[in-house]
Every structure is written in C-alpha cells, then in structure tokens.
C-alpha cells in the first residue's frame, strides 16, 4: 500500500511564522531602545533634580548656622569695645549690686529680684580669683548679652559667654534658673563648646562647632556654635550658641524625594541623621569610622554589619569627592548620591537615588510600548492570516492541481483568469502556455535560427552608421559633434556587442536535440500511440518531459528576448544620440515624461559591460519619483558619459575597492540632483575650473569633448553640471541638477 503523501506546507503559515518573528525581533528591538532611552532621560532628569533638591535643601537648612555665625561676629565686636570702655572704671559697685558669692564658693547672679526670663545669669566656678580686670570683663560680657541676647532667643536656644578663667554668663529664658541651680562642680572648661575655642584646637580662630549631643533634662539633641575672642594675642572668652537639632533630624529623615533618603554627616565621619539609626539610648552621635572616644556618652546603633559597611562606603565617596563635584555614583549598591555643603559646621548633607528607582521607571515606560508593539503584531498577523488564505494561498493550490494534470498530460485545464492581479495573470497565462506549447516550440527554434543573423547585420549597420557619422562630422567641419557622437556611440555599442554575445551563448546552450529526439520516438511508435504512451516506459515519460522542456525553452526564449529588447533599446538610443547631436545647435528641445530612476538604471545598463570589465562595484541610492518632463536622450547622454568617466578615473584603484556611487533625490522642491561619485583618481584644485573646457582631459587617449558637451546639454535642459573633489587620489562626485516640475497623474475612472 502506498504512502499517503506528504501535506505540503502552508504558505499562508510559514508566511505568518516568518514575519512575526521579523516583526517581534523589530519589537523586541525597538523596546531595549525605548528602554534604553528612557532609562538615559530619567536617569538626567533624576540626577538633575536630585542636584536641584540638595541645593535648595543646603540653602534652608545652613540659615540657621550662617545666623549663628554672624551673631558671633557681632558679639566679638560689641565684647571687645564692651572691655575698652570698661579698662577704666571701677567695677566693684555694679558688680556687687549683681552679683554674690555663694557660700559654697561659687558666685552667682542675686536671687533676690533675679528674673531668668528677662536677665542674664553668672556662674563663676570655686576658686577662681575675681581680680578687677576679670571683673571688669564680666560685667562687659553682661552688657553684651544683655544687650543682643533677647533679640538672639527668638532663632536660638540660649546665648552665652565663656571666660577663660571659668566664668560663664548666659541668657537662656527656656531654663531661668540656670545659673543658680548649676552643681557646683559643673566642669564648665572642661565642655567640649568650650575646648575647640582653644588656640591648639581652632588655630584659625573663627565660628567652630561641636559634635551634636543629647541634652538630657529635655531629652532633645543640640549642636553649639562658638567662637573665641581674642585680645592682644591672648583668648579671653568664646561666644557659644545651642542650637536644637531636633527639627533639622526630622526634616533630613521624613522630608525627601520619592525613592530616596537623606543623611547628614560630618567630615570627621560623625553620622548627624540617618533613617536607619536607633536613637533609644544614645546620647552621642553615631561615628562611622568608629576612631572617636565613647567616653561618656552612648552612641546610637544601626540594624547590621551591612549596613554599617554600606554606611562607610558611602561616607569615603563622599569624602574623598573633587572639590564642586556634587552628584557621585555609588556602583557597588547601585545607587546615585547627591552632596551639597552646609555652610557653617561644613555639614554635608547627602540625599541617595538608588538606580532601582530610575530603571523601574523605564521600564514602566517601555513596557507599554512591548504590550502595544505585541498586541498591534497579533491583531495584524489574524487579518494577514485571512487575506493571504483567501486572496494567495486558495489560488495557489488551484494552480498546483493544475500544473500536476499538466505535467501528466492533461492540458485542457480550467482556471480563474478574470481577476486582474499577478494570479489572474499567472492564471491566464499558464492557460495559455498548456494551449501552445507546440506553435512557440516552433517559435523559439526560428528566433534563435535567426538571431545571430539580426545581431550581426545590426552590427553591421552599426557600424556603418558610425562611420557615415564620422565622414559626416569631418566634411561638414563638425568636429565636436563627431567625437561626442563617437564617444557616446562607443559606450553603447559595447553594451549591444556583449547583449549579442550572451544571446549567442544561450542559443548555443537549448537543448533542441531533445525535442528530435522525442519526435523520432513517437513516429516509430505512431502505429499504437495510445499503448506507447500508457503502457511503455519509455512512453509514459514522454509527455512529463515534455512539459520540463517547454518550460526550459520558454525560459531560455524569454532570457534571448531580454538580450534581444536590450539591443533594440541600445540601437533605439544610438540613433536617439545621433540625432541629438546632429541638431544639437539648432533644434528645439523634445520634451516628454521621463521617470528619472528609470533612466538611471539604462545608463548604468549601458554600462554594464564595461563596468564589469573593470570589476567596479555600484552602489544606488536612488529615490522613486514621479515622471518629469525633459529631454530623456540628453540626460541618458550626460549620465552615460559620466558613469563612463567614473570607471576610467578608478583604474589606478585596487580592484576590489573600485565603488561608484549613483544617488537620485530632492534636495528642494523644485530640482532634481543626480549625483555621480568615484572614489578614483580625483581632481586637483587648480584643474576643477578647467573640467569643463572644450578639449581639456586628464586621459592620454581621451579627446576632452564629452564633458564639455555634457555641461552644454545641461545647460540646455535648463540645468547644471558641476564637479567636487578633495583633491588628488580622494576620488570625485559630479552632480547633474535639473528642474523638476513632476507630472500629476490623472486618476483612474471609477468602474462601471
């Protein structure tokens, strides 16, 4: 039992398969770059306004640490005159009237009247010696903050001064009773507000600050601001600010940009805030590198070893920085940081973008772009689906059964010719060819008897032609015109001998043997054809080769009538190129529609041979445009001989880099550019002005008549040919320009 035969595969299927891959690759394709676009402008636009962000945040939240600093400055001022106008009065009388010892052997503000609220307090500690001179500076201290303290309250904490021998005088209307309800033993020189004032600690002697601190009867963290002052070479008081920091935490961990987080950190590595810092217990600041004393004071704590490695990383980026570098990348935790400096303590104050935050954002955005790319690819593959089954894929298996009866002798074969596109054409011919495959048999073998005959009589004429051209030319004192008429008709009949020789070679290779052949074997067997061809083996393979042949010959045919069209159309313009010539001065222009591209391709076909000859590759970059009116036989004329100069031009090229370049576009409306390029010999500047003269070549066998006329033809089409070249060995391009005023087709007439 036979096998079932196989299902051939569905056109319509494959079809589908391969150009939804095509199309899911383009998609695939266009969604990295969308991503990848995307990802770049968020990226900008995150980075840019993360920069923003840190600025303006560094600018509201230094206020209060240039204030403190300015008030500084002015206190130091008002001190120092304070002490100038006291260096000579007696201070015992107001310092008496404030002040009292206590009896265990502090001095402090009198009880009696003191009002906290609205007056500055003292404390001295036991066992310093209140001679006239330090008297004198604590009642000048007094002034001063008597003076500026009140106005200070309504920004900062408290406003105090300390003197080097140990007083301290301060306005703190949050705590009145300060000054005597202070221990007596309070280290008050010991205090780190303090020590930095020193000249060993602050050389430069200006507004330092100190690490922050819990202060504990508030429960609420501070900073200090002092400044020292110094008189005649010698420190004599530090002018102290506390300012509460509370707020400033807050803000830096709650108030931040979607995604990312902020801290604030010192240059020694002392951590200010941090949303991941527990703050239960501590009463110092949390030091990253971990090199300062814990002496006294318990730190906050963070949740793990990686984060604390995260933290230090972080902090020697920051760091290590370039002095105006504001935005670093954190590669290691895929992370963007943003720094900006807190004028004043020199805080800095750092707000982190993890990368997450953008490529999410991205691919949000070309993830829409993947959906709709895929659904518009399923909804057109459905309606491709329907159209190829209905409108190819039904139709060409109709085909098929047919050419199978064919192929086994039946050629009486229906099929829809009456559809007016390429299948209805298929359809009728195919119809046609089963109907007289005998009479173009018959056809095709008188055409190839004939064809060498025509092409060598037409060579003949050619020639003749030609030299009647010539004889022409010369007695008629022609001589431009002759050798522009020779140039040209050289080219082309180049391009006739090699379309005659090809055509030659097919006639040489039809196998017409075979047809004797069968023929031979039919009349042996004409007595009992029927049983010859049924039952015969010999006979039952007659009529499939047949069929093969008669395709083999139809092809061969249409092949020969290719190269026979292609030397009528070389003939055709040989005589268009003569009579151009010959009334080139005197004849009005024939105008008609020409389509451009159409006619480049003839000038390259006219080249062909010779192109090939001399192995130069072509590259097309032509434009579709609708037809034109001009003069097509002078235009074929200029490109022929330009493409023919191009190839001579590259002959010093290796072959394998000979490329000539044709382009066909609109540069404006109104004109049409054709552009010839080589990348040959090229032309040296002081012999671009001379391209064009009548007579000038660069050539030892050329005659310098072919571009001169080329530049007069274009002139004559109401146009221009002009030339470019870098210079010697760097190749040239000359552009043939030409109006262009396209030709609107008329619409088709409606059916019926």
Avoid: C
């Avoid at 939240?61 to 120092?80: C, G, S, Y």
């Avoid at 280290?187 to 507000?193: K, N, R, V």
């Avoid at 395709?551 to 290719?562: C, P, V």
């Amino acid at each position: 039992m036979a096998a079932p035969p196989l299902r051939p595969a569905s056109l319509a299927r494959s079809t589908l398969i391969q150009m939804g891959v095509r199309i899911g690759i383009l998609i695939a394709l266009t969604t990295l770059a969308s991503y990848l676009h995307m990802f770049r402008a968020l990226r900008e636009e995150a980075i840019h306004q993360l920069a923003r962000h840190v600025a303006e945040r560094s600018q509201r939240e230094e206020a209060i640490f240039l204030l403190a600093r300015d008030n500084h400055a002015l206190l130091v001022k008002a001190l120092d005159e304070r002490i100038r106008a006291w260096s000579q009065e007696d201070p015992a009388p107001r310092f008496d009237s404030l002040f009292t010892p206590w009896l265990d052997g502090t001095v402090r503000s009198r009880a009696e009247g003191f009002d906290g609220m609205r007056m500055v307090g003292l404390f001295v500690p036991p066992g310093v010696k209140l001679d006239t001179e330090l008297r004198r500076r604590i009642l000048a201290a007094h002034d001063v903050i008597t003076q500026y303290g009140p106005a200070f309250s309504a920004r900062f904490t408290d406003t105090y001064i300390t003197l080097v021998e140990g007083p301290v005088l301060t306005f703190w209307p949050e705590r009145p009773r300060w000054a005597l309800d202070l221990p007596t033993d309070d280290p008050t020189l010991e205090y780190e507000l303090f020590t930095i004032t020193t000249p060993e600690k602050s050389p430069r002697r200006q507004t330092v600050w100190s690490g922050s601190y819990l202060y504990s009867p508030t429960q609420s963290w501070l900073v200090t601001a002092s400044t020292p002052l110094d008189m005649e070479g010698r420190h004599i008081a530090s002018f102290s600010h506390d300012i509460w920091l509370d707020q400033l935490m807050d803000r830096s961990i709650n108030d931040h940009l979607p995604g990312t987080y902020n801290l604030l950190v010192r240059d020694d590595g002392q951590l200010i805030a941090h949303p991941a810092l527990d703050m239960r217990g501590a009463t110092m600041g949390y030091d990253i590198l971990g090199t300062a004393s814990q002496a006294g004071g318990i730190p906050p704590r963070l949740a793990s070893e990686a984060e604390r490695a995260h933290l230090r990383s972080l902090f020697e980026k920051v760091r290590n920085r370039h002095p105006g570098e504001d935005i670093l990348e954190l590669p290691e935790y895929g992370e963007y940081l943003a720094v900006a400096r807190l004028r004043g303590p020199d805080w800095n104050f750092v707000t982190v973008l993890p990368k997450s935050m953008v490529t999410a954002s991205a691919w949000r955005s070309a993830r829409y772009v993947l959906l709709l790319g895929l659904a518009s690819l399923l909804l057109e593959l459905v309606i491709m689906y329907l159209v190829l089954q209905r409108q190819i894929a039904q139709p060409l298996r109709v085909l098929t059964g047919a050419t199978h009866r064919v192929a086994s002798g039946d050629f009486q074969v229906a099929l829809d010719a009456s559809r007016e596109d390429e299948l209805g054409q298929l359809a009728g011919a195919f119809r046609r060819m089963a109907d007289k495959v005998q009479q173009r048999e018959e056809q095709l073998r008188q055409a190839n008897e004939g064809l060498e005959q025509r092409v060598e009589e037409r060579t003949r004429e050619l020639k003749t032609v030609h030299g009647q051209l010539v004889q022409t030319a010369r007695q008629a004192g022609m001589a431009e015109i002759a050798t522009n008429v020779l140039h040209n008709v050289g080219n082309v009949l180049n391009s006739v001998y090699t379309s005659s020789q090809l055509a030659r070679s097919r006639m040489g290779e039809l196998r017409l043997e075979h047809v004797s052949r069968v023929a031979t074997l039919l009349e042996e067997n004409q007595s009992d054809l029927q049983r010859f061809v049924t039952e015969d083996e010999r006979g039952r393979n007659v009529l499939p080769f047949l069929g093969k042949l008669g395709q083999n010959l139809l092809k061969e045919r249409q092949e020969i009538s290719t190269l026979l069209e292609d030397v009528g159309r070389y003939t055709e313009h040989i005589g268009d190129i003569v009579k151009v010539q010959q009334n080139h001065a005197r004849t009005p222009r024939m105008s008609e529609p020409v389509l451009l591209a159409s006619l480049v391709d003839d000038a390259l076909r006219i080249n062909a041979a010779a192109l090939t000859r001399h192995q130069v590759k072509e590259v097309r970059r032509v434009s579709f445009l609708p037809p034109v009116m001009t003069d097509k036989n002078k235009v074929l004329m200029i490109l022929v001989n330009l493409i023919s100069n191009a190839k001579y031009a590259m002959d010093g090229v290796p072959a394998e880099q000979r490329i000539l370049t044709v382009a066909l576009e609109l540069p404006v409306p109104d004109r049409v550019r054709i552009a010839i390029q080589d990348n040959g010999m090229g032309i040296s500047q002081e012999l671009l002005t001379r391209i064009f003269q009548y007579g000038f070549t660069t050539r030892k066998e050329g005659h310098g008549f072919g571009l001169h006329s080329s530049a007069v033809a274009a002139q004559e089409l109401g146009g221009s040919l002009t030339v470019h070249s870098d210079g010697p060995g760097r190749g040239a391009t000359f552009t043939l320009e030409l109006p262009y005023q396209p030709i609107e087709e008329p619409a088709p007439l409606p059916p019926g």
